[in-house]
């Protein structure tokens, strides 16, 4: 089993900037990518950004282009993830979610393990 745990949601304002933070604990070994999603009120759980523990390739949803970073650190077992310029369109609960898979994938049905989300709400 593979527990991860999020943190760094919080209220901010449009155009801040937010970092979250995803430890993967348990059996991390037998994951590969590691992936972002965000589920807002009342909207299906949708794909942000993906990355590959040990090769740092990444796959990430057309809408954000440059505005956020998805990047690791194996010694801490932590993936990370960079919002900048947010909007009020960004507002939703983010899961990290972990997949055993050798390529980064945006499909939700291949991550097997999920954390329990944290909220992220931009007021405009």
């Known amino acids: 089993q593979v527990q991860l745990v999020e943190s760094g949601g919080g209220l901010v304002q449009a155009g801040d900037s937010l970092r979250l933070s995803c430890v993967a604990s348990?059996?991390?070994?037998?994951?590969?990518?590691m992936g972002w999603f965000r589920q807002a009120t009342g909207k299906e759980r949708e794909f942000v950004t993906a990355i590959t523990w040990r090769g740092g390739a990444t796959y990430s949803a057309e809408f954000v282009k440059d505005r956020f970073i998805i990047s690791v650190d194996t010694a801490k077992n932590t993936v990370y993830l960079q919002m900048n310029n947010l909007t009020p369109e960004d507002t939703a609960v983010y899961y990290c979610?972990?997949?055993?898979?050798?390529?980064?994938?945006?499909?939700?049905?291949?991550?097997?393990?999920w954390g329990q989300g944290t909220q992220v709400t931009v007021s405009s």
């Open positions: 979610a972990a997949a055993d898979r050798a390529m980064v994938t945006g499909i939700r049905e291949a991550y097997e393990y």
């Open positions: 348990g059996r991390t070994l037998i994951t590969n990518v």
